[in-house]
């Protein structure tokens, strides 16, 4: 097997794939075209914005009359925030950076929202002045601030939910107790801000629109007690939590929509301005990465599981794989045969930057290196989490069709 | 306490930082004197160059005669590779565009080494005919791009070391068992290479020389397994592991370095070229990354820990907190009163970018919104990891002094 490989290796990597195919491609027709037409030297992702933006029409209506309200930090890419823009969307921004893309793509500053509870000072009086009406807190200091900075403004507050049925609930680094809410209210509104509703996140992967009911039950309680109070509330942001497809079954995006609007009525009534803010849910599935095969080894001849060494790693547009959170789909130009346990890692000197150990994943027996490999799913919290040059490597290469 | 709070920001933070200074401050005097002298609107990483060579001659000095191979990884940055090519310093690669960096910094081809055991085959091609004559491997299946691309090249074979004693020993993702190194020595020679040595990883942040024993034991073994076969060894290769000071006690460079080659000796006896790769144990402690408190919370006011929101996190320079795993220390400008436990927090809207939260940090009761935060011993492993603009936030911003 040790001659054959060498043989083989002695055609060169490009003899390799020309004699390779990928048998079946889960991707977008126009992402699939694209790939098949292109040879990558380094790991790119192809987007598709027609995809993206098919999305984001099919959220809206699913989720009518909610207004979508993009969450820019899955795929911040201008070409992107145009279309949307063109398309009649909206934008929830996690920074001064995110809230100028969103402005110098066209966007009106009355939909962009700033819905990071943690904000610069010199950042929030920057957006006050650049028209931006709408804030996100969660603590009495970052009220302060505003108070300061953006005098007047709208503030929704952000519930810490405890009931979460996401695949990945949140950490508790945002949002206040719900007993807090009420008291947080008061205090915006004693230091001249208007506090104008609520916030929360169902948390990341929430597969089915029946498992947002614990949640909303949740903050539904909060809603009723603050209008109870007399706060005329306006604004109920359902936030994100919208799923993408990485393997485990997720409920198709009609449904989805309607069965979580469903949900929002029975709990809240007419409500003047919901927000939903997919960022996932809406871009990840547009786009696929091209990688390669840099090296398929095993550390001993007996043992079961290969090593597999991919040209992206951790710290190159994977980071989702950190605690092997993400589990991306992938097919390869050796598909189509037997399969078995392989450990997946960066091609960086570092030791940490291994995919997938804990549970490994099941790939071709006849992989090698030079194969190309398809990581699907992959247009969302890949581009912009990729670092500037860590090894010397180069961040990832997007190219959007 | 809040209206006093109130008050305080009113005044606006560039007023807070006037009335507060550094207590104490455990850097170089040029970072300190640069830092006091400046100030920073975004996460900079201030590097004393001078001190960074300085380690490079300690480490020379006290390791001699192992010749000291850099691991640019730690700290890419052209002005100090220039730096320590001046001074003699030779460098362990780990990509093309690592090899191109030194090269352009004026190296001589034949002090890089391309340490990496996994690397593109156009990579090894292009190393080759740039006079690199020194590669890693840890597989057959790597060896064999090697015997095509870099016809007759020297290699060394890495051992995957089972007794570290470091406090983060590697994974397993790079080296070959021990009892796999003869085979893969026979293999390389089989196949036109010249298998001139070994290498291994002693695990990061080995914190006394001591502790160095039990892997060198390890190597050796099969060092002398491969002489009595008849390879003529040249080139022991001890890797990296030198440590920086995090808080916990680490044994001074001398000593340190003395030690290490002491049992060195005792091992391997007389060894033609042995080459030591250093990365943190020279750079770390020549930086200090200059941040900003952007929030300090309590979730509910009896909880004990506060959020401390910083402007720097995970995916902006401090990767190596991911599972909490290096610890930084901090001056603040808030320092020399009470403390009491934190969980620390980056600036991004993602729920993962936390840095310390299993085991909070002491920080100062007094801490606030706009205190200046001093992150210690961040010279390596931080400007390259950061990420090319996730949630709109700039890569780590560096000055080199």
Partial sequence: MLAADTVAMATGASALNERRAFVSSRITDKVAAYMDAHDFDEPTLVFDLDHAVGSYRTLAQSLAPAHIHYAVKANPEPQLVRRLVAAGCRFDAASRGEIA???????????????????????????????????????????????????????????????????????????????????????????????????????????????????????????????????????????????????????????????????????????????????RGLVAEAGAISAEVLLVSRKRPSDIARWVYLNIGKFSGLAETIDEAIRYQFDTTADGGETGPCILAGPSCDSADVLYEQRPIQMPTALRAGDRVRILNTGAYTTTYASVGFNGFPPLHVVCI
């Fill in 101 to 279: 893309l969103c402005l110098d793509a066209g966007a009106d500053a009355r939909h962009v929202s700033f819905g990071n509870t943690v904000k610069k000072v010199g950042d929030i009086a920057w957006a006050r002045a650049h028209g931006i009406d709408l804030f996100a807190a969660d603590a009495t200091e970052e009220l302060d601030k505003l108070a300061i900075h953006a005098p007047g403004a709208r503030v929704y507050i952000r519930l810490l939910v405890e009931h979460s049925q996401a695949d990945w609930p949140l950490s508790r680094k945002f949002g206040a107790p719900a007993e807090e809410i009420l008291p947080l209210m008061r205090y915006a509104r004693a230091h001249g801000l208007n506090p104008v509703g609520i916030s929360f996140h169902v948390g990341s992967q929430t597969r089915r629109a029946e498992m947002w009911r614990p949640v909303l039950t949740e903050a539904a309680g909060v809603w009723h007690d603050a209008r109870a109070e007399g706060f005329e509330l306006e604004v109920l942001n359902i936030g994100g939590g919208f799923p993408a497809f990485y393997g485990d079954e997720v409920e198709a995006p009609m449904g989805y929509g309607t069965g979580v609007m469903d949900i929002v009525r029975a709990h809240f009534g007419d409500v003047p301005y919901i927000m939903a803010e997919p960022g």
